[in-house]
């Protein structure tokens, strides 16, 4: 099930990004008394009361010296309305009210979005100053105050998040339904892709990099079962993302990644392999995602009866730190191959969420330990004292062991590729867990 996500917006030096630490409980965001420090998207994770959500740290809402200040306002404000379901607008109670926040607010009571008016830089405790009812006149109901700096407050605030949060739904009632995360830089076919499967111009094509800023998602039914597909906005290097715009869609094609099952990491077969796309294939990683790497405009390459082969066997150690993903060769134009990639999808969903008993996986790992020795040590030799799997998506799994010094990271992946080989866990990470105990 996808998080909701709370948006904390305001005019620059309000106390954003400390109030974003302060709720993640780290600190994530670069927090400076210089306007302006916080401009790439920074998101967090947050709990309260058995709610989770995502919070995301926006950079401040300012007018700038070239452009329109209402309309600048406008586009920002605008943008981080409608990637949120809840916003929090932070104020500075020494400022007091300005024109900018007066402004902002009005941008907000325009949208059906819930917003919660926080006043920041409320440090004594007690009684709200004076000052603080001022910011009744923005119109946005009760305020909360709050200090960021000392955490005052800030259970208030999110008590407030969590009354306006969507309610919880239940994973179960999508049943079979597969969501699939389209991501790749930019301009690598994304949306032609989705097109092409759809049977629609579902999204808007372009060579222009950047022509997707939105989150697309487009529900596919056919032989191989039900998917969401969700479009995303290439993603690229956070030095080259500079319009205010685009900083959004980067925050909503990693939202897309993480309510994904799968995610096809598509790549241009006439650029070949790049930076970027390793960057793009580790958040999918990271995020624990079944990933498929789609190689797409295999038409427009000229080949031989060796081509595909040479071409599989770069790619192989481009990606050697996600060695598990399969490769597809497509044409999003010509449709070539496309069959072939829901075939795939459902093959590495069901590998992303497959449960295996304590008592196989003890077989196999009895298995493999008699076929290659546990490493030692000084005379110690490793003990694994037995296995077993603490979740799915993607699958973990806890080992029991006498030294967890002595389980080195290249017995580990001995150990993951023999349950690969034995359940056939294609597409999808491997996670373990080490938990040190003494033996009886």
């Not at 998080?3 to 904390?8: F, H, N, T």
């Not at 995301?56 to 070239?66: F, Y």
């Not at 959004?248 to 930076?275: H, N, P």
């Not at 002595?406 to 001995?414: A, K, M, N, T």
Request: glycine share 8%; hydrophobic share 40%; net charge negative.
């Amino acid at each position: 099930m996808a998080k909701p996500v709370v948006a904390i917006v305001g005019r620059p030096n309000v106390g954003k990004s400390t109030l974003f630490n302060k709720l993640i409980g780290q600190r994530l965001s670069i927090v400076d008394d210089t306007p302006g420090v916080t401009r790439d998207r920074i998101y967090g994770e947050c709990e309260w009361k058995g709610r989770k959500f995502s919070v995301v740290d926006t950079g401040g809402i300012e007018p700038s010296a070239n452009d329109v200040i209402l309309s600048q306002m406008r586009t920002q404000a605008q943008l981080a309305i409608d990637a949120a379901d809840v916003i929090v607008l932070v104020t500075d109670l020494r400022s007091g009210v300005v024109a900018t926040d007066a402004d902002i607010a009005a941008m907000l009571l325009k949208s059906s979005r819930p917003v919660i008016l926080c006043v920041n830089k409320c440090d004594t405790v007690g009684d709200p100053p004076a000052e603080f009812y001022e910011f009744y006149n923005l119109g946005l109901g009760d305020p909360v105050q709050v200090s960021s700096v000392h955490g005052h407050g800030t259970g208030d605030l999110l008590d407030r998040v969590v009354e306006f949060l969507p309610p919880e739904t239940d994973e179960e009632e999508d049943g079979e339904l597969i969501k699939v995360a389209i991501i790749g830089k930019p301009n690598v076919g994304k949306s032609s892709l989705i097109n092409r499967i759809s049977g629609e111009n579902r999204c808007i094509v372009s060579d222009i990099a950047g022509t997707t800023r939105d989150a697309i998602d487009t529900a596919i039914e056919n032989a191989y079962g039900r998917f969401i597909l969700i479009d995303t906005a290439g993603l690229r290097r956070r030095s080259k993302v500079d319009d205010s715009i685009e900083k959004y869609s980067i925050i909503r094609a990693q939202m897309a990644i993480e309510r994904a099952d799968v995610c096809v990491i598509m790549i241009d077969a006439t650029v070949g392999f790049t930076d970027q796309d390793s960057k793009v294939a580790g958040l999918a990683h990271e995020a624990g995602k079944g990933c498929i790497i789609a190689v797409n405009k295999w038409d427009a390459i000229e080949k031989d009866g060796n081509t595909m082969s040479a071409y599989r066997k770069q790619l192989e150690n481009d990606f050697s730190f996600m060695s598990y993903a399969p490769f597809i060769f497509i044409s999003a134009q010509t449709g070539q191959r496309v069959d072939r990639l829901f075939e795939l999808i459902k093959h590495v969903a069901n590998s992303n969420a497959m449960r295996i008993a304590t008592g196989m996986l003890n077989d196999v790992l009895a298995q493999a330990t008699a076929r290659v020795q546990p490493p030692t040590d000084k005379g110690k030799r490793l003990k694994i004292y037995y296995m077993t799997q603490a979740s799915v998506k993607p699958p973990t799994f806890v080992c029991f062991v006498n030294s967890a010094e002595l389980f080195h990271f290249s017995y580990q992946r001995y150990l993951e590729n023999r349950i690969r080989e034995t359940f056939g866990l294609e597409g999808t990470p491997v996670r373990f867990i080490i938990r040190e105990r003494e033996g009886k």
